[in-house]
Each structure stands twice: as structure tokens, then as C-alpha cells.
């Protein structure tokens, strides 16, 4: 028997905003313990929350991103439960009233592109750190009050590669959206898995298990790959899904039942008093709505539509937003916007991949890179001179326009001294011209090379190896 | 006619703090002290057990008793016929209540600490969670 999968997400993003949620302390990662408090976020009796605004007006950008209905009443209420990493005991979060619902987002799989229905997104406030010790653990507050936004999907997704790019989507929407910065290594992106499967034909859900805290796509992917074979090959055994919570244990690759107790999720949420509801007047929400900015697939559409490249290269070129921004500068200014794709595709990823940079860091710009492009076109240098001089724009920045001017490495085309050169080149290389006449052609390119070299690589290859099969041919 | 609220009971964090002899002052004001058939649906031992309050069986019957009439007396609100009517959670007529992104100094960590039990490199011990 066949089994379906479906999977459902709960992304937690921290929003880019330079207080906390509800109190004026510093948001930021990588500050001493305790350091970014006050009676606020630690909990104390009597202090009083106030909502940050900006924090509102991200996550309801974020749902006009993704097409979600803003409600144009939302209120706050207490989730309560016990756990160190929370000293007022409950968290205050959105239940039934949250800011967005029903949107939607598009991946790419194997089979072709696919929706998954997001059901809401909803603010709420980060909790404390826990860091444990060998007899005790330790609390850090730092980022407990962090704006804190959660985006819950439908059970839409039916692989760990369907939620993978699920992520790989979500991110560069939040991305586009300037709404988060994202770090997953600052665990900016959280995620809570629920998995289930049931047999091919049935209608009704499986018994869904729960994955918690996964700070990484790549620990979703491998939790997935694990948790859903793991439930077929216990229901082809006979036995039945337990609704648990389960740990992913990356270092074994295996996800394990953490027994907790069952009324451990009984939130009893109820309305926060100390918090009054946000009401958005519709001009409000166009009025910000009519900021946002061009989302990765729109971008990538008009890639292909525009500038005439190949979808595939136009998605590598908008999965970062700033490498995007730089090829279109660059292709803005060129004479051919292929060429310039084609440079970010090869030298300019292998370069950033290679020295672990980000684009923003590296002194080369989109007008150099036009610059060069025009060059290459012109056919002034050949492909060799301008691969060392992007390398060379990489490292140090400048003007190739400039640079070959200043060095003579202009690619000689004028066929009459090319033409003296492969004459040369015939005399000296007897044995490599019998060669190429007996058919061994690849013995035209030795000879190419030999010209290359006395042209000091300035050659244009092209016209040497015309000029060149013309001599051979008249029998030279 | 409304019973007057002691002084003492703080509804503000949904909690009340009113000590023990106030509320069965209280209760027995209001007639709340009598033997209710209890509709209240509340479970006080299972109540107890999320907010983890550890109560004696005799305190979980007095407790039980006494919620379960407040819950009642709540429940008055139920004769009027509440059709096409929002639930409420405030009184006052505000919404949108904001203060600007802006950072504010936070509390001195000696001055957070002073209030830690147990503390160690900056940070609060508390028993060792087990998951």
C-alpha cells in the first residue's frame, strides 16, 4: 500500500526592529546575558507591555506578500504555560483574532510549481534563552520580548523536498520584503513541523506527530526524510501513530518521543488586558501595501520576459535579492544583458562562493562589469584578458575600460598582422600542419595556440583560427 | 444589586490575590458561600495542576466551591439575551495603542541580578530542565 504525506509548518521569524515588542530594550544577537532587559520582558508584576508599531506594520507587509486578507480587527491574549524560559508564565500572543489569514505561497518542485495555503500569521513575543549546565541551567533574557512572527501553513506540503523549498521560498519573500534579516545562524527562522500519513485513498489526516525547534532548512529537510518513513513503516506494521511531540536528533539522524505531559498544551488562552486590539482602516493597509516591493518570482519572470535569459538562470540570479539588484545595475548599462547574467552565473558566484563573501563586500561594481561586458562585446579583448581582469575587478575594483587602455591589452583584430602571425606559426610548426592534413584536427588547435602566444594573448581567437583553416585549406 | 468588590482583589493579570479570610468574607457577603450544584464546569484540581499550585484535597473542596459560585454568579450574564453582541475584553473605547521603535536603555545587569536567587556568568540558575 501507497502512503501520502502532508506536512504542515509554523515559521517563526524575527522581525526587523530595533526595540522589542513590547518594551524599549535593544534587540540584537551576541550581547552578554542579560544585558538588553528591563521589568518588561523580564516578567515582573505590575509592568505594563506597549506595543511596538513597526513591529504591526512588518507582519502585515508580510501578509500583503503573500496575498493574505489583513483583518481589519486583531487583538493580543495570554498563552499560558510553564516553562523557565518564561517568568510571567504565559506568552502574549495572538489566538483567534491574528493580524493576517489566508494567503498563499509558490514553490518549485520536480513536478512543476505548486501553492501552499498559508492559514495565518499571527505577532507574538520571543521567550528567554536557556543554556544548561551540569547541575543547573541558566536563563538569559536577551531575546525574550523579540518581535516574533509565526507563519502557519496549511497541510499542503507531501515531502521534506516540498517543505525545503517551501523555506527556500518563504525566506526570499521575507527577504524581498526587507522584513527580516533573516539569519538563520542567529536563528532569525525557526520552525515547528507537524507530519502525518495516512494510506493512499483515505480522505482524513493521519495522527500527526510534532517536531519542535529546527533552526535550520537543511535539519527540516533530514527531520522529514526521517519522521515520514518512520510513520508508514509503523502503520505497515500494524501499530498506530501516537500524537506526541518528537525531538530531531541531527548528530544520529533519527527523531525521538519526548514524553511530555499531555496537558502540557492546554495554552488556556485569554484576551490580554493590558493590551488594546489593533483596528487597520483600509487606507492604512493600502497606503502600505503600495510600498511593496517586487517579490523573487514577479522579479524573475521579467528576468526571462526582459532580458531574455533562461528561467533557470534567473532564478539562480534572484535567490539573492542583492545579487539580483547587482546583475540588473549592471545589465541596466550593458549592450547585452545575457553576457552580463553569464558572468554573475560563472565568475561572480564561483568568486563569492570561493572567498565566502557577499556581494555587497566586493569592490567590483555593476558599472565595471557593464564595462567589461561592452568590451567583450566590442570584441576589443578576447574572453581570456577579460576573465583576468574580472578577477582582477573582483579583488581591487576599478575601470576596465581604463585598465585596457592603459596596458594595451586591446585584442588585435586587424586581420593583416594576424595573418603574418599564422604564417609564422605554419613555418614552425611543420609537423603539427602534416598532422591536421592527415585529420587530425585537433592539431589546428596547437597551432591557434602558438599564435595566441606570439599575439601575446591579444589575438582575437576567433579570426586566428578562420584565418588559419583558410591557410590549411588553400593548402598554405 | 452589585456586590461591592474588596479592596485587595486585583483583577489586572487575571489573578486574584486576595488573601484567603478576604474572600470568604467575601463569598459570604454575596451569598456565594452556599453549597452550589456546580455548573461551572471548572475542574480546580486540574486547574491547580497547570498553574502548578499545590493544593491539600481540603483546600481543592473549598476552592472548588467557591470558584464554581463565582463562575455561576458570572454566568447571570447569560439571562440576557446576548444575540449579534461581541465578546468584549476592555472597556475602554481605545485601539491602537503603539509607542515608536525606538531603544531605551535598559537595566543595569547588577541591578537585574539582584533579584536572582542563584546567578552565574549573567545568568539566572534555575533547577536543571530535563526534557
Not at chain 1, 63 to 89: C, E, H, V, W
Not at chain 1, 248 to 263: C, F, L, Y
Not at chain 1, 297 to 304: K, L, M, N
Not at chain 2, 22 to 37: I, K, P
Amino acid at each position: 500500500m501507497n502512503y501520502l504525506t502532508s506536512i504542515g509548518l509554523e515559521v517563526h521569524v524575527q522581525l526587523r526592529t530595533r526595540s522589542k515588542m513590547f518594551c524599549g530594550c535593544a534587540v540584537g544577537f551576541g550581547a552578554e546575558p542579560n544585558t538588553q532587559t528591563c521589568p518588561v520582558c523580564l516578567g515582573y508584576p505590575g509592568a505594563m507591555p506597549t506595543m511596538n508599531g513597526e513591529a504591526v506594520r512588518l507582519t502585515v507587509r508580510t501578509g500583503l506578500t503573500i496575498g493574505a486578507q489583513i483583518n481589519a480587527r486583531s487583538k493580543f491574549d495570554r498563552k499560558s504555560y510553564f516553562y523557565p524560559d518564561m517568568p510571567k508564565n504565559y506568552q502574549i500572543s495572538q489566538y483567534d483574532q491574528p493580524l493576517c489569514e489566508h494567503g498563499s505561497v509558490q514553490i518549485d518542485t520536480p513536478a512543476g510549481g505548486k501553492v501552499v495555503r498559508i492559514r495565518r500569521i499571527h505577532l507574538e513575543e520571543d521567550v528567554a534563552k536557556n543554556m544548561h549546565f551540569a547541575n543547573a541551567s541558566g536563563v538569559d533574557f536577551n531575546r525574550a520580548g523579540t518581535p516574533l512572527m509565526e507563519i502557519v501553513t496549511q497541510p499542503d506540503i507531501t515531502s521534506a523536498e516540498e517543505a525545503f523549498a517551501f523555506l527556500v521560498a518563504l525566506k526570499q519573500i521575507l527577504q524581498y520584503a526587507e522584513v527580516s534579516d533573516c539569519n538563520l545562524e542567529e536563528g532569525n527562522i525557526r520552525c515547528d513541523v507537524n507530519c502525518s500519513v495516512r494510506p493512499e485513498g483515505q480522505e482524513q489526516l493521519g495522527t500527526k506527530t510534532e517536531l519542535k525547534n529546527l533552526n535550520t532548512f537543511k535539519g527540516v529537510l533530514n527531520a522529514l526524510k526521517y519522521e515520514a518513513p518512520r510513520q508508514v513503516e509503523v502503520l505497515r506494521r500494524g501499530g498506530t501513530i501516537v500524537q506526541e511531540t518528537r525531538r530531531w536528533d541531527g548528530d544520529a539522524g533519527i527523531t525521538t518521543s519526548m514524553r511530555t505531559k499531555e496537558d502540557a498544551h492546554d495554552y488556556r488562552y485569554f484576551p490580554e488586558p493590558d493590551l488594546m486590539p489593533v483596528v487597520l482602516a483600509p487606507a492604512q493597509v493600502e497606503a502600505w501595501r503600495a510600498t511593496l516591493p517586487e517579490m523573487p518570482r514577479a522579479r524573475r519572470e521579467r528576468f526571462v520576459s526582459e532580458y531574455g535569459l533562461p528561467d533557470y538562470d534567473a532564478g539562480v540570479l534572484v535567490a539573492d535579492k542583492v545579487v539580483a539588484d547587482f546583475f540588473e545595475a549592471a545589465a541596466r548599462q550593458a549592450p547585452n544583458a545575457k553576457a552580463v547574467s553569464n558572468w554573475m552565473m560563472t565568475e561572480m558566484l564561483r568568486l563569492l562562493g570561493e572567498t565566502e563573501r557577499d556581494i555587497r563586500s566586493v569592490p567590483i561594481t555593476p558599472q565595471a562589469l557593464a564595462g567589461l561586458v561592452r568590451l567583450t562585446e566590442a570584441r576589443t579583448i578576447n574572453s581570456n584578458t577579460a576573465k583576468e581582469i574580472f578577477a582582477e575587478l573582483f579583488e581591487k575594483g576599478g575601470d576596465p575600460e581604463a585598465m585596457v587602455k592603459q596596458r594595451g591589452l586591446g585584442q588585435v583584430s586587424d586581420t593583416g598582422a594576424i595573418a603574418a602571425l599564422v604564417d609564422e606559426a605554419i613555418a614552425e610548426n611543420a609537423k603539427s600542419v602534416e598532422d591536421y592534413r592527415k585529420g587530425k584536427l585537433a592539431a589546428a588547435k596547437f597551432i591557434v595556440g602558438q599564435v595566441m602566444k606570439r599575439s601575446k594573448g591579444k589575438a582575437d581567437p576567433q579570426l586566428v583560427t578562420k584565418l588559419l583553416e583558410e591557410r590549411l585549406a588553400a593548402g598554405a | 444589586m452589585e456586590p461591592a468588590v474588596p479592596a485587595g482583589i486585583r483583577s489586572r493579570h487575571g489573578v486574584c490575590v486576595l488573601p484567603m479570610s478576604r474572600l470568604q468574607a467575601f463569598t459570604r457577603e454575596t451569598g456565594m458561600d452556599h453549597e452550589s450544584t456546580d455548573t461551572s464546569g471548572i475542574d480546580v484540581r486540574y486547574v491547580a495542576n497547570l498553574a502548578r499550585l499545590h493544593l491539600t484535597d481540603a483546600e481543592i473542596d473549598t476552592f472548588q466551591g467557591q470558584l464554581s459560585q463565582i463562575v455561576d454568579y458570572v454566568q447571570t450574564i447569560n439571562q440576557l439575551d446576548l444575540t449579534g453582541i461581541a465578546p468584549t475584553s476592555h472597556a475602554h473605547p481605545l485601539e491602537n495603542v503603539f509607542r515608536a521603535d525606538e531603544v531605551k536603555p535598559s537595566l543595569d545587569r547588577a541591578e537585574v541580578m539582584r533579584n536572582a536567587p542563584q546567578s552565574r556568568d549573567g545568568q539566572f540558575i534555575v533547577p536543571k530542565i530535563v526534557e
